[in-house]
């Protein structure tokens, strides 16, 4: 047998089949709470979106405003918050007061309207939204860019109203990283969390599984069969620099990022049984943080840096378990089934994570720390497994091979509006979603 295939089938048994209301910041803001009101109620707010305005004859600027047109659109509907009215050409009509009868009629509560032009390669796009009964601008914002980051620009649009209406940042621009097989190795890979822009990491022809964000969204840790050993890896996006961390005899299996990013939480197994270690960025041992005759392994820290979850086999079976980063005050969090893979809530009141009764399928169940209950967010859908959140705690991505091959799927946390990520060939596994990116 391969060696590294040896290795990976021994990890896989090692890892058992491993709102609140803000004040705007001028009296302009203070006189419109009703939007923050409506957020923090639950209801979707009905938001109108017209169409662009060009102000220039470049073929390309008409282009993008119809593309950025589309991509705000688009992420305010995948935000949760908005019922999006869209609008068309024949609703500009230069009469402002009769535009926004026209809008209130339709439905709307506000309006998105934008004016957008070209400067050398850059797209200038000024945007304003509207109270539709006041006429008011609640709020206005000029972006530029290059044009080839005309996505990144909606999206930082997008996340920018969310905020307007939330208090809370969105995540438009924030990230997935995944594994896919379609190369027949294990590489990876890197989305928006729309869907676009799909792009390659690495190109090793080996084994590369279980990628994690760091906090600050440059790196991404991994383990990775590069010199036929399951090391610990870190890509820096930003620098497009690889380096190996951690390269002990056995399994160097990734975990979790401290909250400061200056740690690393991983099993190792060093030869005897996989134990949880904190070690440094560099790859220093900080501290053993478990030590006996058993399997504990998928790590994580809790947002205030003070707690772990993991899994361990001590009762027999996989567990998920809390302790303390100093170590101690190890407690077992009561389940009924085969546990895997937790992930805690950026808000830490709720850790998410893979469980199988009896001899059902594996599918995601998230633990309410404050209540001790457990709600179900998959149902039998064949397989459902490695969830982890995204930067709001509002939606979870996980794998899942419903459609009969392993596929990247995003789900609110009430297990509602599942869909899938991205179509491409091959195999998709481990994914994890990144913090909301500003470089």
Request: net charge positive; charged share 25%.
């Amino acid at each position: 047998m391969n060696s590294s295939v040896g290795i990976n089938m021994m990890m896989k048994k090692f890892i058992f089949v491993v709102f609140s209301v803000i004040l705007f910041g001028s009296i302009c803001y203070a006189q419109n709470d009703i939007y923050l009101s409506l957020s923090a109620t639950g209801k979707r707010s009905d938001i109108g979106v017209e169409d662009f305005i060009t102000v220039d004859k470049n073929p390309n600027t008409a282009k993008f405003a119809k593309m950025l047109k589309e991509i705000i659109e688009n992420d305010l509907v995948l935000s949760r918050y908005f019922n999006v009215i869209k609008g068309t050409a024949d609703d500009i009509i230069p009469e402002l007061k009769e535009r926004l009868f026209l809008w209130e009629q339709k439905g709307a509560s506000v309006v998105l309207t934008a004016f957008t032009s070209s400067e050398g390669d850059d797209i200038v796009f000024e945007i304003k939204m509207l109270d539709v009964i006041t006429g008011e601008t609640i709020w206005k914002q000029k972006y530029q860019n290059n044009s080839k980051n005309y996505r990144y620009m909606a999206h930082e649009v997008s996340d920018e109203v969310v905020k307007r209406f939330t208090g809370e940042m969105g995540i438009a621009r924030s990230k997935i990283v995944f594994v896919n097989d379609g190369t027949r190795f294990k590489e990876l890979y890197l989305v928006d969390y729309d869907g676009y822009n799909l792009r390659r990491l690495t190109r090793d022809n080996k084994i590369n599984i279980l990628p994690k964000w760091s906090p600050d969204g440059e790196q991404i840790i991994y383990t990775s069969y590069l010199y036929n050993n399951p090391d610990l890896s870190s890509l820096n996006i930003i620098k497009s620099k690889r380096s190996v961390i951690s390269k002990y005899q056995g399994l160097n299996v990734a975990g979790s990022f401290s909250p400061d990013g200056k740690r690393i939480l991983l099993t190792l197994s060093r030869g005897r049984f996989p134990n949880l270690y904190l070690i440094s960025v560099s790859g220093e041992i900080l501290q053993r943080m478990t030590d006996g005759a058993n399997i504990d392994t998928s790590p994580a820290f809790a947002p205030n840096d003070q707690e772990i979850v993991f899994i361990s086999d001590r009762p027999g079976y996989p567990q998920l378990y809390i302790m303390n980063v100093a170590g101690g005050n190890v407690r077992r969090l009561a389940t009924s089934g085969f546990c895997d893979s937790p992930a805690w809530s950026p808000r830490g009141d709720k850790i998410v994570f893979t469980m199988r009764q009896s001899r059902m399928n594996y599918d995601l169940y998230v633990y309410d720390l404050p209540t001790a209950k457990i709600t179900k967010l998959t149902n039998n859908q064949r397989n459902n497994e490695n969830p982890t959140w995204s930067p709001d705690g509002r939606f979870v991505v996980f794998y899942s091979n419903r459609s009969g091959k392993g596929e990247i799927y995003i789900t609110a946390i009430d297990g509602s509006g599942t869909r899938k990520l991205v179509e491409m060939p091959g195999a998709s596994y481990t994914p994890s979603w990144s913090p909301v990116l500003t470089k």
